[in-house]
């Protein structure tokens, strides 16, 4: 059976469009407003949300997700939490969605049972920053088993043969990153990352989505002339960052993300 995410791309491939994917960081400021944040997404145009798993070593997350962290780590909050609010969510919508995360709070599930748990609990894939492909086989087989997507990051400076590695293993998308470094708001995409998604279809027919720096209308509508899907991630909780204890928040992300996802 085809994953949601890959019934998603499909979808989005025979209407002749593109996907929008926003990432926000799952309990900024508390999993409520995650919840409600992520019907508003979805309300907005969202395709696939990327839900991040907020950490005390973010290596790969810039200022603005760092402290998006910082905030959701002031609560009692563990993966356990967040798939229980996932599901949840799985009572309203049937979105993809997918896990941003590290390897470490995954070890808590311990070297069986991870993918069953995801999946149970209604996530469809999963991106493990941290987790370099050479090393990631038994858990990419046991989430293949379960039916739970294993998403890959392909950067500038990965070589044919990386990139052709992970083509071999990954499912759902490819996550190509617009230019190496840490997340973070941008002027403008990197001119790297049109190449890069070009040597990447050459290895692999699943759909490519641009991430790292994507903050403005015309940067999702750029990386769509080239990829199958743009991923906002800074601007969104930069956003949720600027709301903080407004009753106005959902309602002021949910805006920013339509406004993202405006095609013309």
Same mark, same amino acid.
């Given at each position: 059976m085809r994953s949601r995410i890959t019934e998603r791309f499909a979808r989005l491939r025979e209407a002749g469009r593109k996907a929008f994917i926003p990432f926000i960081t799952a309990g900024d400021p508390n999993l409520e407003t995650t919840e409600a944040l992520i019907? /508003?997404?979805?309300?907005?145009? #969202?395709?696939?949300?990327?839900?991040?798993?907020?950490?005390?070593?973010p290596m790969a997350d810039g200022p603005v997700i760092q402290r998006a962290s910082e905030r959701a780590l002031r609560q009692p909050l563990g993966v356990a939490e967040i798939l229980t609010?996932?599901?949840?969510?799985?009572?309203?919508?049937?979105?993809?969605?997918?896990?941003?995360t590290y390897f470490n709070p995954l070890l808590q599930f311990g070297r069986e049972g991870v993918g069953e748990r995801l999946r149970r609990f209604g996530v469809d894939g999963v991106l493990v920053t941290d987790l370099i492909p050479e090393e990631a086989g038994p858990l990419s087989a046991e989430l293949r088993q379960a039916g739970v997507d294993m998403i890959f990051l392909v /950067?500038?400076?990965?070589?044919? #043969?990386r990139i052709r590695m992970i083509a071999e293993r990954a499912s759902g998308f490819v996550y190509v990153l617009a230019r190496t470094g840490v997340t973070g708001v941008r002027a403008e995409v990197s001119g790297e990352a049109r190449a890069l998604v070009g040597r990447v279809r050459r290895e692999t027919g699943l759909p490519v989505a641009v991430g790292f720096g994507i903050s403005r209308p015309e940067h999702v509508r750029e990386v769509w002339d080239y990829a199958d899907g743009a991923v906002v991630g800074s601007r969104l909780v930069l956003e949720i960052e600027g709301h903080l204890g407004s009753p106005e928040l959902v309602a002021r992300v949910g805006a920013l993300a339509r406004e993202l996802r405006q095609e013309t």
């Open positions: 019907h /508003a997404l979805e309300e907005a145009g #969202a395709d696939v949300i990327e839900l991040g798993v907020p950490f005390s070593d609010m996932v599901d949840r969510v799985r009572g309203r919508t049937q979105v993809p969605i997918v896990l941003f /950067a500038p400076t990965s070589t044919d #043969a």
